[in-house]
């Protein structure tokens, strides 16, 4: 049974700095992109970053030049390292990946999710 397991969100007040860490386990054969949404109380997920199982990155707009993504191939997670947070990053935080295991092909999975509250 794969799983995504998320940490690190909190409260933080503006201009501050999280970082989350979505940690996948079970018996994993290949890990290929991976990605960071959230959701907004009231608004649609969105995609905040991406990376491939080669490390090339991709951003939404209102992120870049903020937020990092990163990974560890060898501990199966990945990282967003945010920065300069505003009270508009306010959201829950969740993980996804495309995961294959030994006896599966690629399928995509979601973490439960950590929330972030960016105020003073």
């Known amino acids: 049974q794969v799983q995504l397991v998320e940490s690190g969100g909190g409260l933080v007040q503006p201009g501050g700095s999280l970082r989350l860490s979505c940690a996948a386990s079970?018996?994993?054969?290949?890990?290929?992109?991976m990605a960071w949404y959230r959701q907004a109380p009231g608004k649609e997920r969105e995609l905040v970053a991406t990376i491939t199982s080669d490390g090339n990155t991709n951003y939404a707009d209102s992120v870049k030049g903020r937020f990092t993504i990163s990974r560890d191939n060898a501990k199966n997670t990945v990282y967003l390292q945010t920065t300069s947070l505003k009270p508009e990053d306010t959201a829950v935080y969740y993980c996804n990946a495309d995961i294959k295991t030994r006896w599966t092909p690629a399928k995509n999975y979601w973490g439960q999710g950590t929330q972030v509250t960016v105020s003073s």
């Open positions: 079970g018996i994993i054969f290949r890990i290929d992109d």
